[in-house]
């Protein structure tokens, strides 16, 4: 029997929905999975993160993010090939950019945020890199002959000329090397960061003023998120994942960001709830670093 997904507004349990104008986060559910390559379930990563977050307090330990506006859109519509599903994707973030607002994405498969920074690129917004967390470098040109495969990802988006920067990869095959050095990708690698317990990046003097922030849920250790389909071992932690995401946020203007891959284990709520709480902390590292 198929799962009925619900896509309840995020915070629901605590705020009142406002009106997209009101709201500076634009959360965009999108329960796309076409190209998964081990484990499934991440089409059902953005109902069970809503859902989750009707589990939330407002004050996330430190603030109160919701205060700025958390505008809930109806799942975007996944029932078609790749390439219009991302087409599908930027018609939903074009409009939130055109308003100056935040798009926040929920997936999904990787793949979805190709969807977004097109939204982005589709609005006029120019001048601005990708920080990326991920155990895969997501830089194959193809994958299983599939150029929009969730593993060719990043190369999509290198390929429109975005600076990207990559932390915490710890599994990528040669030619995703070569494709680093053919575009100049920065990365901080989980050998590197992860051992040292690193918590925080300085970006490159010539890196974008302006970041999207991509969260692969497999970027971090399968000891905190078994629930995605590929894990890896040797990921980052909770408060890792968090100072480097501020760290970022500190030294550059946010301007988006998402939660990738998170594939909910039946009976196990808990990864749902901390995936939500992780969403709901960004969102309030780009409050208080505005």
Not at 29 to 57: D, H, K
Not at 167 to 190: P, Q, S
Not at 218 to 247: A, H, I, K, N, R
Request: glycine letters at 10%; proline letters at 7%.
């Amino acid at each position: 029997m198929t799962k009925e997904l619900t896509y309840p507004i995020f915070l629901g349990s605590e705020i009142e929905h406002p009106k997209p104008e009101e709201a500076l986060f634009h959360i965009v559910p999108v329960p796309f999975e076409r190209t998964v390559s081990y484990g499934g379930g991440t089409n059902e990563g953005p109902s069970a993160i809503l859902e989750a977050s009707w589990q939330l307090e407002e004050w996330d330990g430190k603030s109160k993010p919701c205060e700025l506006g958390i505008y809930t859109h109806d799942p975007v519509d996944c029932n078609a090939d790749a390439d219009q599903v991302i087409e599908n994707i930027a018609a939903a973030v074009k409009p939130i950019c055109e308003m100056g607002k935040m798009p926040v994405g929920i997936g999904g498969e990787h793949t979805v945020t190709y969807g977004i920074i097109k939204g982005m690129l589709d609005a006029g917004i120019k001048d601005f890199g990708i920080v990326q967390i991920d155990a895969h470098a997501d830089l194959r040109e193809a994958y299983e002959g599939d150029k929009y495969s969730h593993a060719s990802v990043m190369k999509r988006c290198v390929d429109e000329g975005i600076p990207l920067y990559q932390l915490g990869i710890r599994a990528y095959c040669e030619e995703e090397i070569e494709i680093r050095k053919k575009h100049g990708v920065y990365y901080a690698d989980a050998d590197d960061i992860v051992p040292q317990n690193i918590s925080s990046i300085e970006l490159p003097e010539d890196f974008p003023k302006k970041v999207f922030f991509t969260l692969d849920i497999d970027g971090m250790d399968p000891s905190v998120f078994p629930s995605t389909g590929t894990p890896v071992p040797g990921g980052l932690g909770w408060y890792q994942t968090l100072g480097l995401f501020e760290s970022v946020a500190k030294q550059r203007e946010v301007i988006g960001f998402d939660i990738m891959e998170f594939a909910p284990i039946a009976g196990f709520h808990a990864y749902d709830f901390a995936a939500s709480l992780l969403m709901y902390k960004m969102m309030g590292i780009v409050e208080r670093n505005r």
